[in-house]
């Protein structure tokens, strides 16, 4: 078997990450509250490399169905990686808001709308299966541990909120009247049906650091996937809430105005908190030596969430010190980004992000208490 084979067999669905952690880049760039010289042009290209990546994934995940079928069937009895099939819709959904925000000035507006109706379409169907079915896979099949939970379970279901957040720019784009009405109330739906089931699973992922520890291992990023539904939780209503003018009465569009602020700026308060706790945890993980592997991904998109979630909230607030805070958190989304894609590619020009994926549990545990050996 050739080594470019090889690599086509243990192509995960994780891969899909790398679409929407750099295609987060140029949205979170296009709609930042503060206009920075050369921005736009900057997230003009990196829209275009999103799109090309996503191309090429979708084709060789097409190749792989078809010269390796029995792998690819694999990852969906992973316990770690059957999750990650998530990133697949939201990658589709991340290019498609692209679009409408970028790429209408490379390809025009027409043909911008509809590459996102049919991106939205395609991502909103796959996010819903993903949160319907692995969740189910879960409760009847996969062997679950104590100290199982991860960020990684949030890939499923947090597709469905970022199809909240897209929907609202479609709506300017829709026919006045029932259509646009539906498209609204069902972003709603969507919001809703991600929100709740993520909060149940933070909560998991909080008592199971609370109870057993971290896993000490490259899968600790993952951590930052809880930012994930916070920030697009917050992107998303304020969409929602400023596009519902021309779906709904004033009386309740000026509602969803005001729940985008009464909801976001609490969100974003224990979006802050996770912050704080998920770099200790990274930063302990990384002095241990942590290596580099495609869970680093995580250290984009969910901040590039909480980026468009904070221009929201200046922009529904008027408020400088949220103009501010985009901007710091844009530079350090720029950062991670930029090392995380050079990792990524010197590690697949080497082929050592193409490997098995780990089939066994991964455990977590604490610290020995001084004085005492574990």
């Known amino acids: 078997m050739t080594s470019e084979l090889a690599r086509l067999q243990h192509l995960g669905p994780n891969w899909f990450a790398a679409v929407m952690g750099t295609g987060i880049v140029a949205t979170a760039g296009a709609t930042l509250p503060v206009r920075l010289p050369g921005l736009h042009v900057f997230s003009e290209v990196v829209w275009v490399a999103a799109a090309v990546l996503l191309v090429v994934l979708v084709v060789a995940v097409g190749a792989q169905r078809i010269r390796h079928p029995v792998a690819a069937r694999g990852y969906v009895r992973n316990p770690q990686m059957t999750h990650f099939y998530g990133a697949a819709p939201m990658a589709l ?34 996010g819903l299966f993903t949160a319907a079915t692995i969740p189910f896979l879960m409760f009847t099949q996969l062997n679950v541990e104590p100290d199982a939970a991860f960020g990684g379970w949030l890939m499923p279901v947090v597709p469905p909120m970022v199809s909240a957040a897209c929907g609202a720019l479609l709506i300017p784009h829709m026919t006045p009247g029932t259509g646009r009405a539906t498209m609204l109330y069902g972003c709603y739906a969507m919001f809703g049906l991600s929100l709740f089931a993520a909060l149940i699973i933070i909560t998991m992922i909080w008592s199971r650091l609370a109870l057993y520890g971290t896993s000490g291992t490259a899968r600790v990023p993952t951590l930052w996937i809880v930012l994930g539904p916070l920030g697009q939780g917050i992107t998303a209503a304020g969409l929602l809430g400023a596009h519902a003018s021309a779906a709904v009465p004033t009386e309740l569009a000026d509602a969803m105005n005001v729940f985008a602020v009464l909801f976001g700026v609490p969100v974003w308060g224990f979006a802050v908190l996770w912050i704080v706790l998920a770099t200790e945890l990274t930063v302990r993980t990384l002095r241990r030596g942590m290596p580099f592997a495609l869970t680093w991904w995580s250290l984009t998109f969910p901040v590039g969430t909480f980026v468009t979630g904070t221009t929201q909230l200046a922009n529904h607030t008027g408020l400088p010190a949220f103009a501010v805070a985009a901007v710091v958190a ?29 089939a066994g ?14």
């Open 330 to 358: 844009y530079v350090g989304l720029l950062g991670t980004w930029a090392l995380v894609a050079v990792l990524t590619t010197r590690g697949s020009l080497g082929g050592a992000l193409f490997a098995p994926a780990a």
């Open 93 to 126: 959904l991340t290019v498609g808001a692209g679009a409408l925000l970028i790429g209408k000035d490379l390809i025009g507006e027409r043909v911008a709308v509809d590459l996102a109706w049919v991106l939205w379409t395609a991502g909103t169907v796959g």
């Open 361 to 374: 549990p991964i455990k977590a545990k604490k610290d020995a208490p001084p004085g005492q050996d574990r």
